[in-house]
């Protein structure tokens, strides 16, 4: 496996789903631009660029994460992809300051996130463990690291002040406003979830009746500008363990967790339609990474890696 076969395979995926949802020219210019650059250094292999799919009330979203693992000018790309969806220039800065205000180093991820054909996308920036478990920050201490961010949203005091952050998110969106997202990580929908409230609870124990494959787990809070914060449940299947899709049987486990989840959320129809799209490509092994469920259960999320099915 190469990063930049795993590139090539990430580019079709990509222009699959384009197509699938709508064609939006500004997603075209991203994805043309993501092609244009393909892996710049020889780091050992890992995952560094994800899809999603998100099947709601409101209808079909999409959208895509690229890894900083394997680009030696990652400052490049998310100046580039700012100036291409339309949003402000001194993002990398302010990304910057709070990635060094954090108690540990952290992997960047560039998220992009189209919500709707012919509107401005939603830009993300992942602050997060290289390692399941091991954090970024207290959450005591990333209150006032994300106000000096412009985000004054507070935390909701059932996250204990020790607790670590194994992610956090900050996104740009059409209004101009920033909100932030923070992933509390825990080997069980359980332990990702404690001390949460009522509807997050619920969210976690759908995840575990429905989804019994191994994975690891974070429940993500939601920091809106004056609304209440906004809980769900994801869940991360070990890519490594399916071997990148080459495990057939690991990876085909993981694809009926993601089905179920589908299912029972009501969703299946939108997940079938990818999953027939992926039949056109068969040199193309997409391979579920995440799912995820909010909105209480109404609100489901499927992500997949893309490979080559010869390396």
């Known amino acids: 496996m190469t990063p930049r076969g795993h590139h090539a395979a990430s580019i079709q995926l990509l222009r699959l789903l384009h197509s699938m949802t709508g064609a939006d020219p500004v ?13 710049s250094n020889d780091a050992p292999f890992a995952m560094a ?6 099947s709601a009330p409101g209808g079909l979203r999409w959208g895509f994460t690229i890894n900083d693992r394997f680009d030696d000018d990652f400052d490049t790309l998310l100046r580039e992809f700012a100036a291409i969806s339309g949003h402000r220039p001194n993002l990398v800065d302010r990304v910057a300051a709070v990635r060094g205000a954090l108690d540990r180093d952290c992997r960047l991820t560039l998220g992009v996130g189209f919500d709707a054909p012919q509107t401005q996308p939603r830009l993300k920036l992942y602050l ?15 209150a006032p690291i994300l106000l000096a961010a412009g985000i004054s949203t507070p935390i909701p005091a059932w996250i204990s002040p020790d607790r670590r952050v194994g992610v956090v998110t900050l996104e740009l969106a059409d209004a101009g406003w920033d909100r932030a997202k923070i992933y509390l990580g825990g080997q069980t929908p ?3 979830t404690e001390g949460g409230p009522p509807e997050l609870q619920h ?6 009746k429905t ?3 191994p994975g690891f787990y974070y429940a993500t809070v939601r920091l809106y500008p004056g609304r209440a914060p906004a809980t769900a449940i994801n869940k991360i299947y070990a890519l490594a363990a399916m071997d990148y899709g080459r495990n057939e049987l690991h990876s085909l486990q993981a694809l009926r967790d993601v089905a179920a989840l589908f299912k029972a959320a ?22 579920p990474t995440a799912t995820a469920l909010e909105d209480q259960g109404r609100s489901v999320d499927c992500y997949f890696a893309a490979f080559p099915t010869v390396h």
């Open 27 to 39: 997603a075209k210019s991203l994805i043309d631009r993501c092609e244009a650059t393909p892996p």
């Open 49 to 54: 660029y994800d899809t999603y799919l998100t």
């Open 128 to 142: 997060q463990e290289d390692t399941w478990g091991e954090g970024v920050s207290p959450v005591g201490a990333l």
């Open 190 to 192: 359980q332990h990702a």
């Open 203 to 208: 969210l976690a124990r759908r995840m575990a």
């Open 211 to 213: 989804c019994p494959h």
């Open 266 to 287: 009501g969703r299946l129809p939108a997940l079938k339609r990818l999953l027939n799209q992926l039949r056109s490509l068969p040199e193309l092994r997409a391979v």
